[in-house]
T-cell receptor, first 111, second 112 residues
């Protein structure tokens, strides 16, 4: 059974801090790892990492996939209050149509 | 932009009722999914569908069924609602298994 573990479960920081969120996984025939951000409503897609694309960056957010360690990190630099959200990690394996999600990391950024 | 629309934002039903949650996507996506989200438990997959009239059980299908008669619509059915099905329900769609999922805003369902 596929498994995704995220850490920490919650995190409180102040504006301007840099944070690193962790995701480790066990999956049969790894295809991709995805990061989503969930504020009040629907999760929204951030990054997809695959064997052919192990680093992604968008503005202050970046993510790296470590296939050897079966893990990924999501970095957010110069955090803002608008970064407060639940960050979800998901992996896709043998059954390509299906993703397994972790429990999420709740990030709170204080002014 | 892909739009995934869930029919209700909030819903209150009674124990034993048959409950229908509807989801519609407008981008001709092959795959559609139903999840429930509970505090501390993340997103858990209930059912998914990769084609019209096709369905596969997810991790927690007990007490639920689904229907996909048209490509754009995926319905979740609680056959006889129970209080432990009180939760946030999220619908999602994706073009195929190698693409990210697009989520609806969720239905917060309370079973009294």
């Amino acid at each position: 059974e596929d498994k995704v573990v995220q850490s920490p479960l919650s995190l409180v920081v102040h504006e301007g801090d840099t944070v690193t969120l962790n995701c480790s996984y066990e999956v049969t025939n790894f295809r991709s790892l995805l990061w989503y951000k969930q504020e009040k409503k629907a999760p929204t897609f951030l990054f997809m990492l695959t064997s052919s694309g192990i680093e992604k960056k968008s503005g202050r957010l970046s993510s790296i996939l470590d296939k050897k360690e079966l893990s990924s990190i999501l970095n957010i630099t110069a955090t803002q209050t608008g970064d407060s959200a639940i960050y979800l990690c998901a992996v896709t394996g043998t059954n390509a149509g299906k993703s397994t999600f972790g429990d999420g990391t709740t990030l709170t950024v204080k002014p | 932009d892909v739009k995934v629309t869930q029919s209700s934002r909030y819903l209150v039903k009674r124990t034993g009722e048959k409950v229908f949650l509807e989801c519609v996507q407008d981008m001709d996506h092959e795959n559609m999914f139903w999840y429930r989200q509970d505090p501390g438990l993340g997103l858990r997959l209930i059912y998914f569908s990769y084609d019209v009239k096709m369905k596969e059980k997810g991790d927690i299908p007990e007490g639920y069924s689904v229907s996909r008669e048209k490509k754009e619509r995926f319905s979740l059915i609680l056959e006889s609602a129970s209080t432990n099905q009180t939760s946030m329900y999220l619908c999602a769609s994706s073009r195929d298994g190698n693409q990210p999922q697009h989520f609806g805003d969720g239905t917060r369902l309370s079973i009294l």
